[in-house]
């Protein structure tokens, strides 16, 4: 029995197999019981308060900050702006960045693979400024090649936005050669590190990236509270995202001068207890050690990805070794709908997605509609993927074939 | 009802084995209806003579669940008038939306069967595309003062987020 188990309470006294970590994780005991010592011992506003609750409350705030910094190599802590999540952090530069330095003729450079969230901003931004969106585009194995990424990034490219692991094929991207592209050509380089960061090791300043972004509940921590990494010198010359409270300096009736980084990106009271849970569950993370994480999916995925092997009518999207796939398994099966799919499996107590998994342009490029999602972590077992490989095999029956 | 049930004892038998799963030779009035999200696709098509819907039919890919709808709601339609069609499409959302009455349920026969799958919140737009289009249909046919002939429908715009019609653009 995996060791993990007995510390995630939703996993106590059920046989749900739960194989949809790609959307979002399950929390461990301990990411409630930081939010409810925060709640119960220091809640208060923080950043403001002259008075021992509000200061607790600011430092348990920043020390998520600092944990959030060194999850992913930032130099500086103030470099990690929090926000709700991915799609979030992702506007912000979309909207504060790109609004105020892409121009008219310029392009922004994506892959086919992105997530909704990493393309629509993107949208927004060409319309708004007559920027033209490029699109890289995998080869059969879904990788983008040398030359793919050689020819499409140019010295047209204003911004270069690449996942780091695609939540549909589960490929890992080749995110530090793609941003020594972007910028030799004096592009900046946003990288979506929504399903890389929770499986693999990040290092922002490795990877060369400008900005980077996350979510804490796809890493274990509560829905509601995200990540943006940006490079300390482009976040001080942008503007503002949101505007209120919170991140301003000095306020008159015509105007207002804004508060430092990162305070000048988080208006409003902040989400401090969703940063306390999101910091436990960074720590838990760190405990479990991403090379466990790794070695039990990987171990996962080449199981699950056999066991589908031997039912003829299934189809597996991306790459066929199994340690390219970051614990994300796309499938069809014959004749089979995969909403169909997910409605009979729900019925064994099998959780998988089904859809396009908000990424509709990878859809339109694989020429199929919709697809299903088997997604792994590490708290996953052997038995819940001969579980799970058996129920598939019978999914066409049940399906009346 | 369990759905694996459900899928055994209707659906899966509405959906491989369709009865109006075909083209009409003269239909009054063609709609594409579109789930973009799933991919649920159908073009419902109607025979209407003097406000009587005389024979549907439909064509497309789906999941199982809108097809198999479909099937059951050209069943249900087939024979009635267009108010009596809109009535059992204001009965079968009614059904989804859990307001129906026991009397509006009865009304849909075979159609009610999909109750269940239809509480499910991803499950709703399979389970109502067949009936979101043919009310849609009807109300054209009426706002127009259609009565008989071909009608060409092209009030679903190509929504600019997904390149797909009749998309709810999100």
Known sequence: MNEFRKDFPILQGTDTIYFDNAATTQRPACVMEAMTQFNNTCNANPLRGLYTWSIQATDAYEQARHEAALLIHAQKDCEVIFTRNTTESLNLVAYSYGLSHV??????????????????????????????????????????????????????????????????????????????????????????????????????????????????????????????????????????????????????????????????????????????????????????????????????????????????????????????????????????????????????????????????????????????????????????????????????????? | MDIKTLYREIVNEHNLHPTHKHDLEHPTMVLNGVNPSCGDDINLQLSVKDGVIEDAAFNGSGCAVSQASADMMCDDIIGKTEDEALALAEAFMGMIRGTATQEQKESLDEAASLEDVAHMPARVKCASLGWRTMKEMVEKLQKDGVTQGRVTANNSEVCGACQRMDCEKK
């Open chain 1, 103 to 401: 121009k008219a003729g310029q392009e922004i450079v994506l892959s086919v693979m992105e997530h909704h969230s990493n393309i629509l901003p993107w949208q927004m931004v060409a319309r708004q400024t007559g920027a033209k969106l490029v699109y890289l585009e995998p080869d059969a194995e879904g990788t983008l090649t040398k030359e793919e990424i050689e020819t499409k990034i140019t010295d047209r490219a204003a911004i270069v936005a690449i996942g780091h692991v695609s939540n549909v094929l589960g490929v890992t991207n080749p995110v530090q050669e793609i941003c020594e592209v972007a910028h030799r050509h004096g592009a900046v380089c946003v990288v979506d590190g929504a399903q890389s960061t929770p499986h693999i090791p990040v290092d922002v300043q490795k990877i060369g990236c400008d900005f980077f972004a996350f979510s804490g509940h796809k890493l274990l921590g509560p829905m509601g509270v995200g990540v943006l990494y940006g490079k300390l010198e482009l976040l001080e010359e942008m503007p503002p995202f949101l505007t209120g409270g919170e991140m301003i300096e000095y306020v008159t009736r015509e105007s207002a001068t804004f508060a430092e980084v990162p305070e000048k990106f988080e208006a409003g009271t902040v989400n401090a207890s969703g940063a306390v849970g999101l910091a436990a569950a960074i720590r838990y993370l760190n405990g479990v050690g991403f090379d466990t994480v790794q070695k039990t999916e990987q171990a996962l995925t080449k199981r699950l990805m056999e066991g589908l092997a031997t039912i003829p009518e299934v189809t597996v999207y991306g790459s066929e070794n199994p340690e390219k796939h970051c614990g994300i398994v796309t499938f069809n099966i014959e004749g089979c709908h995969p909403h169909d799919v997910a409605s009979v499996l729900d019925t064994e107590h099998i959780c998988i997605r089904a859809g396009h998994h908000c990424a509709q342009p990878l859809m339109q490029f694989l020429g199929v509609n919709a697809t299903a999602r088997a997604s792994l972590y590490f708290y996953n077992t052997e038995e819940e993927v001969d579980r799970f490989v058996a129920a598939v095999g019978k999914v066409r029956g049940w399906l009346g074939y």
